[in-house]
């Protein structure tokens, strides 16, 4: 069964430090993982997408990771600020018949002062 | 400016009504989306339309029913709503279709039915 799972459900840290979210996928034939952040009431918005050549991405503060052998990811977020506070969501594509997408139930993170 | 928009943000309503949500996105996407986030914040997508066409549409009750009049627009209408309906229904466009294509997120409606 196609699976996403994510770690820790939720995360509080203080601000200015640094912190590691877990994605773990049984999707198979893997396409392409995409994580999101999803600040409260409103929708996802894309942080990297990853896809089976590449192990490492970075967007300003936030780095991905990903090893496809393994079938596990992780969003490494350097010098934590308050508006880090959100949920971050692993989304990870197969492809069989057609595109799938399945969606990790996503890490809450709260930066605190 | 807005890329993906929804209304209304909030919709409260009672068992048995029928409701509409709409979507619209200025981003001159070909693909749009309708997901639903439950309680459990698990995301999980409902439907997808191409250029006005149904491209995905996973296993949701008939009750839910979505039209796209043009490719900037896809509303969701449900009949009959029920109490399981209540949750955030967050619609989604891009460029491309599923196998690539980054998604924008609309900000959400928040459905409670009472």
């Known amino acids: 069964k196609n699976q996403v799972e994510q770690s820790p459900q939720s995360l509080i840290i203080l601000e200015g430090k640094n912190c590691t979210l877990q994605c773990n996928y049984t999707v198979s034939p893997f396409s392409n993982l995409r994580w999101y952040k999803q600040d409260t009431g409103r929708g996802p918005v894309s942080l990297t997408i990853?896809?089976?050549?590449?192990n490492t991405k970075s967007n300003g503060r936030y780095t991905a990771t990903l090893d496809a052998d393994t079938k596990q990811s992780s969003l490494h977020i350097t010098a934590s600020q308050l508006s880090d506070s959100a949920s971050y969501i692993c989304?990870?594509?197969?492809?069989?018949?057609?595109?799938?997408?399945?969606f990790g139930s996503g890490t809450r993170l709260s930066i605190r002062p | 400016d807005t890329a993906v928009s929804q209304t209304p943000k909030y919709l409260v309503t009672q068992m048995g009504n029928d409701k509409s949500i709409k979507c619209e996105q200025n981003?001159?996407?070909?693909?749009m989306y309708w997901y639903k986030q439950d309680s459990k914040k698990f995301l999980k997508i409902m439907f997808s339309y191409n250029n006005k066409e149904l491209i995905i549409n996973e296993t949701v009750p008939n009750r839910f029913s979505p039209k796209s009049p043009d490719k900037a627009h896809l509303n969701l209408h449900i009949n009959s709503l029920e109490l399981g309906d209540s949750a955030v229904y967050f619609c989604?466009?891009?460029?491309?279709?599923?196998?690539?294509?980054?998604?924008?997120f609309g900000p959400g409606t928040r459905l409670t039915v009472t």
């Open positions: 989304v990870v594509r197969w492809y069989s018949s057609a595109s799938k997408i399945i």
């Open positions: 981003l001159g996407h070909d693909t």
């Open positions: 990853m896809t089976f050549s590449e």
């Open positions: 989604a466009s891009s460029p491309e279709g599923l196998a690539n294509g980054e998604q924008y």
